[in-house]
């Protein structure tokens, strides 16, 4: 089993920043493909960034690439997501989630990922 704790949320205005981050305790947490989603309400749960098992590779989905960066610290089982440049359509609640090494592909579907957070909240205000 794996426990995701997320930290980090909060009210910010837009063209800020924040950091999420995202405590992982149980078996093995390093092995772990690393996943942050996000839901708005009344919408889907939309994947924003992975990051793989070393954490050299990284990808993210179209509305947040150049300005989200995810990171992990393998020695602290934490990974982080550094927001900037902050949108009022980037409000959501933010999940991490964790699964198995896979295909690429399979990195941006939150089918492919075991374990998730309860989530935190980011508002941006406009």
């Known amino acids: 089993q794996v426990q995701l704790v997320e930290y980090g949320g909060g009210l910010v205005q837009a063209g800020g920043s924040l950091r999420l981050s995202c405590a992982a305790s149980g078996r093995a947490t390093s092995n772990y493909v690393m996943g942050w989603f996000r839901q708005a309400p009344g919408k889907e749960r939309d994947f924003v960034a992975a990051v793989t098992r070393s954490g050299v590779n990284t990808y993210y989905g179209d509305s947040v690439k150049g300005r989200f960066t995810i990171s992990r610290d393998n020695v602290k089982s934490v990974v982080y997501l550094q927001m900037n440049s902050l949108k ?3 409000t959501a609640g933010y999940y991490c989630a964790a699964g198995p090494s896979s295909s690429l592909s399979s990195y941006y579907s ?3 990922y075991t ?5 935190t909240q980011v508002t941006v205000s406009s």
């Open 115 to 119: 374990y998730w957070g309860q989530g």
């Open 110 to 112: 939150r089918q492919h």
């Open 88 to 90: 009022p359509e980037d």
